[in-house]
C-alpha cells in the first residue's frame, strides 16, 4: 500500500489512513522514507478528526511515528499529545500491542517541521 501510494502524484487520505502508514513506515524500516513521511505529516488534516469514531490507539501510533522520525507539523503532535493526555482509558484496551518500549529515548529528538 505505501509503495503504491508514493507514486501517486496526489491522494485523498483519511487521516486513519494516513496514520497507518506513517506508523508502520516508523515501525518497519523497509518502509522509511523521510521524505514520503512529510508528505503524509503536511496531507493530515487533524480538523477531519472525527473524536467520536477516533481510537486512541490512533493517536498513539501517529505519536509513534513522530517520536520514531524525530519530525513533525507542530500543530499535529500537540493535537494527539493532548488528545491522549484528555482521554488515556481509551487506550487501556491496546496496551499489549503498542510498543512502548520501542520509543526509549526519541521523544527528547523530536523536532517540529514547518
Not at 494527539?80 to 487506550?91: G, I, T, V
Not at 503498542?98 to 529515548?105: E, F
Request: hydrophobic share 40%; net charge negative; proline share 4%.
Amino acid at each position: 500500500m505505501v509503495a503504491h501510494i508514493k507514486e501517486l502524484p496526489d491522494f485523498n487520505l483519511s487521516p486513519h489512513k494516513c496514520i497507518y502508514m506513517m506508523y508502520n513506515m516508523a515501525k518497519d524500516k523497509e518502509y522509511y522514507d523521510l521524505e514520503f513521511f512529510k508528505k503524509l505529516d503536511n496531507h493530515l488534516n487533524i480538523k477531519l478528526i472525527d473524536n467520536d469514531d477516533f481510537e486512541g490507539y490512533f493517536a498513539y501510533g501517529a505519536l509513534y511515528a513522530y517520536y520514531n522520525f524525530g519530525i513533525g507539523k507542530p500543530e499535529n503532535v500537540i493535537f494527539f499529545e493532548r488528545y491522549l493526555a484528555a482521554a488515556p482509558a481509551k487506550l487501556s484496551n491496546y496496551f499489549y500491542f503498542l510498543h512502548v518500549q520501542d520509543l526509549k529515548m526519541h521523544t527528547i529528538f523530536l523536532k517540529v517541521s514547518h
